[in-house]
């Protein structure tokens, strides 16, 4: 039957063409959503366990809107004054409380995130290196501006300060591969918060209980305490609520690919009655006409849906990768992903082709060869 | 394989509109036959064709294939006499233009499940004349050789029976002669049975047995 099939479809290959490139569409659209999706979910779970916190400890306001600035390094203007520090470090279980600000700052003349902290911060952040000093800079920072160590960067916003970089950090594929990491004092005073934090990453000597550290945390007045599981958590509800509205827009962009299949599957019906006509009289049952039509537009569903695949494939590693929360997401590949496009674009093909390969199936042979 | 109409009418349309291609037409055919039906256009010649050849149904009357009532068999009954025990050739041809003779000749074969289907089309075609064109497609073919390769697919299946519809109407004398003596030879040689519809007598004049059609009635 396939040799049946590949010989109409070189007779009419505009219209095979326009069919396969609606079902790659829809599926090439279906996989990059998912790979994305996947990507950013990734990137959301590396940023925030990344942290290396028990403990969050934010200003007041969303803690949603703080997390997300404190991963993409922007200063979201709510701060917990620096003197209530020595406070934090007083609560029983605190094993470290490491103060972070941050805020995007000019970094010889480029905007750059600028992230303020102490060296305690080399105990949560796993890089390799022994001392926070002068500038500590993520790779992608290095690149982009063609920077090395040794080299001396000018560092302004409200202030300007002229800085050594001792450090240029191994590749994250995180957030740290776009930060400039340098003192708590240095990055106050460059983006003009004196006495003021972003956040605070608190650890605690016993883990199990972190609750009820959290809780007294966050009777202290202007802070509130959060675990970052907890944040993890919401925002993946977000996010999965964004998901859905875009898998849905999806779904639809795929029924209309189902409705222009039919059509288009309807007119050859109506165009090759001729061809029915002759497979009829020359002893094929309605179901082998039924079949022939079934088989076509699944071959055609099949070869659209591998098409959408490579075009998804090659669409993912063009879109900007900074997507979704601003972070660095990479899009993930899974089999799955393959499979649930693969079938989708089955069932199209299929759905698509009942009611035209009926009508086709019901041409009386008698009465096309008449008409012919 | 024997074919028997008896007392055949076939109408078409409902109520006011109904208008009778046959009445009460009784005829046989069988292997070995040459049986021409004459009559001028709208007679009713065609649609006696395609009774005989099991693509329509009789409004009255019976058909026997085999003495087998065909008003109680099913699509798919219907469709295997056609495949196995009757072959085709209609005066447009009607050849599939994407294929070429060789899968046009194939195409019934394949429907029949033929394993070796190739060699025998293939040698279908070498029967009509066509063994030089297995790749050509019907728009690079000559009329008459179009009819040709629809008469090595109406022979794929080894049937009983030809049933051709004004094979030579759209010929020239020539060809349509030469599309003639070809049916004429695989009957003689082969024993096939030819039913062929014309209008034209001196085709009609070389079967063996001729029948006139008037206003639906065999006269």
């Known amino acids: 039957m396939s040799w049946i099939i590949l010989a109409n479809a070189r007779k009419r290959k505009v219209r095979v063409a326009m069919t396969v490139g609606g079902i790659a569409i829809g599926v090439a659209t279906l996989f990059a959503l998912l790979s994305l999706s996947a990507g950013i979910e990734n990137a959301l779970d590396r940023e925030i366990s990344g942290m290396g916190a028990h403990i969050l400890l934010l200003p007041e306001g969303c803690p949603y809107e703080l997390t997300l600035a404190l991963m993409q390094g922007s200063d979201a203007f709510e701060h917990i004054p620096a003197e209530l520090l020595p406070d934090i470090r007083a609560v029983g279980n605190v094993s470290l409380a490491v103060p972070v600000v941050v805020g995007k700052a000019k970094v010889n003349g480029q905007l750059s995130s600028i992230y303020g902290t102490t060296e305690e911060i080399l105990q949560v952040r796993h890089w390799g290196i022994d ?59 460059v983006l003009g918060l004196t006495n003021r934090l972003s956040a605070v990453l608190i650890r605690t000597e016993i883990v199990t209980e972190s609750t009820r550290t959290q809780y007294t945390l966050g009777r202290m007045s202007d802070i509130q305490a959060v675990p970052p599981s907890d944040i993890f958590e919401r925002l993946m509800e977000l996010f999965a609520s964004i998901k859905q509205t875009l898998i849905l827009i999806t779904g639809i962009a795929i029924v209309a690919g189902v409705m222009t299949t039919m059509n288009t599957m309807t007119m050859a019906v109506f165009e090759r009655k001729k061809e029915i006509g002759i497979l009829r009289a020359l002893g094929s049952t309605k179901f082998n006409v039924f079949k022939l039509f079934v088989t076509e537009s699944l071959l055609l569903s099949l070869v659209g849906g591998v098409v959408g695949l490579i075009a998804g494939y090659i669409a993912t590693l ?55 | 394989m024997k074919i028997d109409l008896v007392n055949v009418s076939k109408a078409y349309g409902q109520g006011d509109a109904q208008f009778w291609a046959l009445k009460g037409a009784t005829v046989s055919a069988t292997e070995g036959d040459f049986i021409s039906i004459v009559g001028p256009s709208g007679s009713g010649k065609s649609t006696m064709l395609h009774i005989f050849g099991c693509l329509d149904k009789p409004t009255e009357g019976e ?21 196995d025990h009757i072959g085709f050739v209609f005066q447009q041809y009607f050849l599939n233009a994407s294929m070429t003779t060789l899968q046009n000749v194939l195409l019934p074969m394949q429907l029949a499940g033929v394993s070796d289907g190739k060699k025998k089309a293939a040698a279908a075609l070498e029967i009509v004349g066509l063994g030089s064109k297995l790749r050509s497609y019907p728009s690079q073919l000559s009329g008459g050789e179009q009819q040709r390769c629809a008469i090595a697919r109406a022979l794929a299946n080894s049937p009983s029976i030809v049933l051709a519809d004004e094979p030579t109407g759209s010929l020239d004398t020539k060809t349509g ?12 040689e082969k024993n096939l049975g030819v039913v062929i519809v014309t209008h034209d007598e001196a085709v009609a004049a070389k079967a063996k047995n001729m029948i006139h059609v008037l206003d639906g009635r065999i006269s």
């Not at chain 1, 590749?171 to 708590?184: I, Q």
């Open chain 2, 63 to 83: 058909v026997r294939v085999d003495d087998q009532l065909i008003s109680t068999f099913s699509d798919r009954q219907m469709s295997r006499i056609r495949r």
């Open chain 2, 177 to 188: 002669k030469n599309v003639l003596d070809m049916l004429m030879t695989l009957n003689s």
């Open chain 1, 318 to 372: 063009f879109l900007p990768k900074t997507s979704g929360f601003g972070l660095e997401a990479t899009p993930q590949f899974a089999p799955i992903y393959v499979v649930i496009c693969l079938v989708v674009a089955v069932i199209v093909g299929v759905t698509s082709s009942l009611y035209p390969a009926m009508s086709a199936a019901r041409t009386q042979p008698i009465k096309t060869l008449r008409e012919l």
């Open chain 1, 131 to 189: 001392e926070l000093k002068g500038a500590v800079i993520g790779s992608d920072v290095a690149e982009k501006l063609g920077l090395a160590v040794g080299d001396t960067v000018t560092i302004s916003l409200y202030n300007s300060l002229e800085i050594e970089i001792t450090q240029v950090l191994e590749p994250t594929n995180g957030r740290d591969d776009t930060f400039v990491f340098v003192s708590l004092e240095a990055a106050q005073q």
